[in-house]
């Protein structure tokens, strides 16, 4: 497949959560790697890594720990409360597809910083403003190749319920103590 220009991956990259489990080639993933590495980042200190889970047992791992936190957060949280307007509730419907089925994705690519982020905003805000416009790159480099991809941020060392979780994608993929995951992105063939 010829890859699309950036406009038209600008232009064409959505939330796909419904991927097929057909294996992403070796040569995708590394090229969507690569250019998640050439985003800007604060201070030029690239505070970032990026780990691609295909091993089936590590995802089913990984997919049990958003599911956990998923289930809190969207199923008994948002979507319980009454109060939830009727947009906010059709995106979080949505997004239980990835809660039901993240371990279908035949890649799960787990970004993460590579320092703890400090409570102190200034600070954090740099190292967060780092990595997303990473993960923008590879969701971009991955819509050029004819993959989709999500970005997931339940699960993960930041997300709202990690109080609550009892399973951590940090955890199962034993991560240095120094790295937090803060996105998992599942790609593969919408």
């Keep these: 497949m010829a890859d ?27 090229y969507i790697i690569e250019a998640a590495t050439m985003a800007p980042s604060a201070g030029n200190l690239q505070m970032w890594a990026f780990v691609v889970v295909t091993q089936q047992d590590l995802r089913e791992q990984i997919g049990a720990a958003y599911r956990e936190a998923g289930l809190k957060y969207i199923r008994d949280g948002v979507l319980a409360d009454p109060d939830t307007d009727d947009d906010r509730r059709v995106v979080y419907t949505k997004a239980m597809h990835n809660v039901e089925h993240l371990d279908e994705a035949p890649a799960i690519i787990v970004a993460c910083l590579t320092v703890p982020s400090p409570d102190d905003a200034a600070v954090a805000s740099g190292m967060f403003g780092s990595v997303y416009p990473a993960a923008q ?40 103590d120094n790295v937090r995951a803060v996105a998992l992105i599942p790609v593969g063939y919408p």
Excluded: W
């Design 137 to 176: 790159n590879l969701m971009l480099a991955a819509r050029a190749r004819g993959l989709g991809s999500v970005l997931l941020t339940l699960g993960t060392d930041y997300c709202p319920t990690g109080e609550l979780q009892t399973t951590s994608v940090r955890e199962t993929l034993a991560l240095p």
């Design 4 to 30: 699309l220009s950036l406009h038209d991956a600008i232009f064409t990259t959505r939330c796909m959560r419904h991927l097929k489990p057909d294996p992403v080639p070796r040569e995708d993933l590394e």
